[in-house]
């Protein structure tokens, strides 16, 4: 095997939080989170000192910040979120990446491609932040969002889906003694609404991969299965999964 091809480092500079992977031939062999903050630079080039690779690649928000600064090439997130989603994914038709910031529902095409794809990077709606928020205003951990919600025997219908108009509904419903997990579940069910929305102008799916932090609450899962009636395949570390896509796409074209 050439060196080239020996490992890659793939880094995801989110907008709220950045994830380092390295892998190799038999998978990945680091992984590392932190909050991206106001000089997340500093802090990867500390955790990089301790990585070697023969190629590394940067995505998300910041990724041309990492460019000017490290020695790596960038790609889009939707392309390493695609490239992720034809190895943590096979079958899949549709990849679904909800981050802290945004959105995104992408057509997967064979061999790690991708065709149509919708973002929101524009409302915080149906984001991690938009739970991160009603989680607050709830008087809940973000952890604790989702087990609560799958709790309630019914969703109390919100009438607005803006954060801020939002944040404000929830306040005032439970101050009327409202029932937090049915408000909770509305929140979700809300949500995932947004996200099919999006997914509705791509071709259909019977089978949709979910990754980022989003993925690893357990009500949006259920709510996204249940707005866009198709099944939802949740990876191990969906966090992840744009940096492994991102350092997969680096053994790949070293390799070639």
Request: hydrophobic fraction near 45%.
């Amino acid at each position: 095997m050439p060196p080239s091809a020996a490992s890659a480092i793939g880094i995801d500079l989110g907008s709220r939080l950045t994830k380092i992977v390295r892998v190799g031939p038999a998978g990945m062999t680091e992984a590392q989170v932190f909050d991206t903050g106001h000089d997340p630079l500093a802090r990867l080039a500390e955790i990089l000192e301790g990585l070697r690779a023969e190629t590394m690649v940067a995505t998300g928000y910041g990724r041309n910040l990492a460019k000017d600064r490290l020695p790596c090439r960038t790609v889009t997130e939707i392309r390493a979120c695609a490239r992720a989603a034809d190895r943590l994914g096979p079958g899949c038709q549709v990849a679904i990446d909800i981050g802290g910031q945004d959105s995104k529902v992408i057509e997967l095409v064979a061999g790690g491609g991708f065709g149509r794809f919708e973002m929101n990077d524009r409302c915080a709606a149906g984001t991690g932040r938009f739970l991160e928020v009603m989680a607050a205003a709830l008087g809940y951990t973000l952890d604790e969002l989702g087990a609560e919600a799958l709790r309630a025997d019914r969703p109390l219908e919100l009438s607005s889906q803006c954060t801020v108009f939002a944040e404000s509904e929830v306040v005032s419903l439970v101050a009327r003694g409202e029932d937090r997990r049915r408000i909770a579940l509305g929140l979700h069910r809300a949500a995932a609404r947004r996200v099919a929305a999006m997914a509705s102008r791509v071709p259909a799916a019977r089978r949709a991969l979910f990754v980022g932090g989003v993925a690893r609450n357990p009500c949006m899962v259920a709510a996204l299965g249940e707005e866009m009636a198709c099944e939802i395949i949740v990876p191990e570390r969906p966090e992840l999964a744009v940096a492994l896509g991102a350092a997969w796409i680096g053994l790949d074209e070293s390799s070639a």
